[in-house]
């Protein structure tokens, strides 16, 4: 295990499992994390990445868990796309599992007034790399998933409720929540899962980009019942969960992994300063 691996708890529970992992740009990315959880319990993966700097990133912490499939992947290209999934085919024939954790908004549409600042092209290309993405992704994988496959994308809470600066991104990830339901809906029938995980923030690259994304963080571990960070682990637990068998039942939900953020209404006591 690399320096910047997790230690994850071990075991068989991805034994013979194939599968991709959408979006692992450095050692903080939240699917570096599940990767490392994945592979901690046997499973074999492909990476994808966007672009030749960041194969070069990507590459060392892809080997030092034992992933030899590197594909590069734009998701707003339909012809990268078809060329992606070939390989992957190409690579491992069947897949058992895909985890999609991408996104993006320009950064004058993740901070200040919403309604002032998101701007039509804005608009537009949150939704296609943050939503889109994930109906296209979750179509071409079905394709060559075995039955009893799972597919999970990974969320925040700016999509049900309204957060400083989320804007734009709190859009896309609705559209994204309630795509991972239609999308469950249709595959059910072909026995492949579909889910979301919505994490607490963690400082990530796609974090910096958001106005105060640090104070977010702050904010979450004084106000978040379990009083505490989100941490990789427990969203990687979550992840393993839904992508193994023990999350067999479940489909078309999203599950908040955020130390219990989620559930405070009133933050602060009503005796104590806000
Ligand atoms: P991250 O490390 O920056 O990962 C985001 C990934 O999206 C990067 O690998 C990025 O690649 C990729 N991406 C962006 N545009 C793309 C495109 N056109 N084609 C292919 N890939 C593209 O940040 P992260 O925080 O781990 O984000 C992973 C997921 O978790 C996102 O869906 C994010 O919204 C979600 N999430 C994050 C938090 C948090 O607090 N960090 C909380 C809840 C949910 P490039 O670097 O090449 O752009």
């Not at 998701?75 to 058992?96: C, H, L, N, Q, R």
């Not at 400083?164 to 239609?182: C, D, H, I, Q």
Request: contains cysteine; proline residues 3%.
């Amino acid at each position: 295990m690399a320096d910047e691996g997790y230690d994850m708890p071990k075991g068989d529970l991805m034994a013979g499992r194939k599968g991709v992992v959408m979006g692992v740009a450095n050692k903080d990315s939240i699917a570096w994390g599940i990767a490392c959880q994945l592979a901690a319990q046997g499973a074999e993966m492909a990476f994808t990445y966007q672009g030749e700097a960041l194969e070069r990133r990507v590459r060392p912490l892809a080997e030092s868990i034992g992933v030899k499939t590197l594909i590069e992947a734009d998701v707003t290209s339909d012809p990268a796309m078809d060329k992606a999934f070939a390989e992957v085919e190409a690579a491992f024939g069947k897949i058992d599992f895909l985890v999609h954790a991408i996104a993006y908004a320009d950064k004058s549409q993740i901070s200040g007034s919403f309604v002032e600042n998101t701007t039509r092209e804005g608009f537009m290309l949150a939704m296609n790399i943050s939503a889109y993405s994930f109906v296209d992704v979750s179509r071409r994988a079905a394709r060559i998933m075995n039955e009893g496959g799972s597919i999970i994308c990974l969320t925040y809470l700016g999509s049900e409720r309204t957060i400083p600066n989320y804007n734009m991104m709190g859009v896309a990830k609705a559209a994204l929540e309630a795509s991972t339901r239609y999308i469950a809906r249709d595959l059910g029938p072909h026995k492949i899962r579909v889910n979301a995980v919505s994490a607490g923030p963690r400082r990530t690259l796609s974090l910096a980009g958001i106005q105060d994304g640090r104070k977010m963080i702050a904010r979450g571990r004084s106000w978040s019942p379990l009083r505490e960070d989100t941490s990789m682990e427990g969203i990687a637990g979550c992840a393993l969960w839904l992508l193994s068998d023990l999350g067999r039942s479940t489909t078309g939900e999203v599950i908040h992994v955020d130390a219990g953020f989620h559930i405070v209404g009133l933050p602060v006591g009503l005796d104590e300063e806000g």
